[in-house]
């Protein structure tokens, strides 16, 4: 079994910084690609950000240039380091991992989710 725990979501004023912090644990042979999504009530879970192993990066357009992510990958850890944030940013944000265990089976698993809220 593998879980992901989050931490670090929050209240925060628009132009504020917020940072996610996401670790897994438990029957890891190879952490894959990490990254973070986030749902709003009511719509489709969206991709934020993603990191693969060797730290290449994907970003949602309405973060580009705002959102950071990266990755400890001796601690099974990944981050998101949100800037200048809005509140259209607003939102609870889930962590993911492709993970391979030591049965050498693939899957996607997901943190609980953290509220991230943004005042205006």
């Known amino acids: 079994q593998v879980q992901l725990v989050e931490s670090g979501g929050g209240l925060v004023q628009a132009g504020g910084s917020l940072r996610l912090s996401c670790a897994a644990s438990g029957s890891i042979f190879r952490n894959n690609a990490m990254g973070w999504y986030r749902q709003a009530p009511g719509k489709q879970r969206e991709l934020v950000a993603t990191?693969?192993?060797?730290?290449?990066?994907n970003y949602a357009d309405s973060v580009k240039g705002r959102f950071t992510i990266s990755r400890d990958n001796a601690k099974n850890t990944v981050y998101l380091q949100m800037n200048s944030l809005k509140p259209e940013d607003t939102n609870v944000y889930y962590c993911?991992?492709?993970?391979?265990?030591?049965?050498?089976?693939?899957?996607?698993?997901w943190g609980q989710g953290t509220q991230v809220t943004v005042s205006s």
């Open positions: 993911n991992a492709r993970i391979t265990s030591y049965n050498y089976f693939t899957r996607d698993y």
């Open positions: 990191i693969t192993s060797g730290g290449s990066t």
